[in-house]
């Protein structure tokens, strides 16, 4: 059953989230190589950035013709208009711009299409793509796979689902511990306040039936018998010895 708490976890839509934001994966970027589609997945030229994002159900597309200093935006009439790496640009998805990558060089000149998805929508596509099975319940031990027409995208994917539920899986014991350790230090105060509580009552229990401190009145109490029967002792001794000298001096006068 705990495996297969687990494995719900792992498919769950809020990790897929996590993955879906830290991989940008709403965002995609594609070029022609003839009648051919190439997906850039990590090999873009250029990389877009939201600045600010207006909620949309639609998915955008932008199409740029990469420059050495800027790009030149194509709308979808034909229009053309030029902008500069770095600079903002509000569109009918949000405010974004465009920064240079390390592949810059490779595509100058070249055509590239942007595809913005919904973050929902994304998340829905790669969380149906994904596939989650325990293999034996008896030895639990989940596989996990996914379907992406780029290899290093799928596995970027589920490296970073299993990084994000190791971390999950984490942050909640660690929640827990805490928990358990505030129960307990709750607990202790408690036990503390109930114990100085009584000690309080005891002390007025005592002063009111002149009990102030039975251990030290005890002591006091033992210390002086102890004293007076020591002077009784001393006190038969002397009439002992008085006794005795006078039986001795009637003894010795005696005719």
């Known amino acids: 059953k705990i ?7 792992i498919s769950s839509r809020k990790l897929i989230n996590q993955v879906v934001n830290q991989l940008q994966l709403e965002t995609s970027y594609t070029s022609k190589d003839g009648l051919k589609t190439v997906d850039l997945y990590k090999n873009s030229p250029i990389s877009l950035t939201l ?5 949309a159900d639609q998915k955008s597309s932008l199409n740029v013709l990469v420059k050495e200093s800027g790009f ?17 640009i ?49 030895a639990p031990t989940i596989s996990l796979s996914i379907n992406d027409k780029v290899p290093q995208r799928g596995q970027d994917v589920l490296n970073a689902l299993i990084s994000n539920y190791i971390l999950a899986s984490t942050s909640e014991k660690s929640e827990n511990s805490n928990m ?11 036990l503390r306040t109930e114990l100085n509580a009584a000690e309080g009552a005891v002390e007025v229990y005592k002063s009111g039936n ?11 109490y033992l210390e002086s018998s102890r004293i007076n029967e020591m002077k009784l002792n001393d ?17 010795l006068n005696s005719p």
């Open 51 to 55: 600045e600010k994002e207006y909620e």
């Open 90 to 138: 509000k569109g009918s998805f949000g405010i974004w711009k465009l920064n240079p990558t390390s592949k810059l060089k490779d595509f100058l000149g070249k055509e590239i299409m942007i595809t913005i998805s919904p973050k929902a929508a994304a998340a829905e596509l790669y969380q149906k793509a994904l596939q989650v099975s325990l293999i034996n319940k008896l």
């Open 180 to 190: 358990s350790i505030g129960f307990i230090d709750k607990k202790l105060d408690s």
């Open 72 to 88: 030149t935006l194509i709308e979808q009439g034909g229009s053309k208009k030029d902008f500069s790496y770095g600079q903002s």
């Open 210 to 220: 002149s009990l102030t401190d039975i251990n030290s009145e005890s002591k006091s």
């Open 235 to 251: 006190t038969k001794v002397q009439i002992d010895i008085i006794e005795g000298n006078f039986t001795n001096t009637f003894q």
């Open 3 to 9: 495996a297969e708490n687990e494995v719900e976890i």
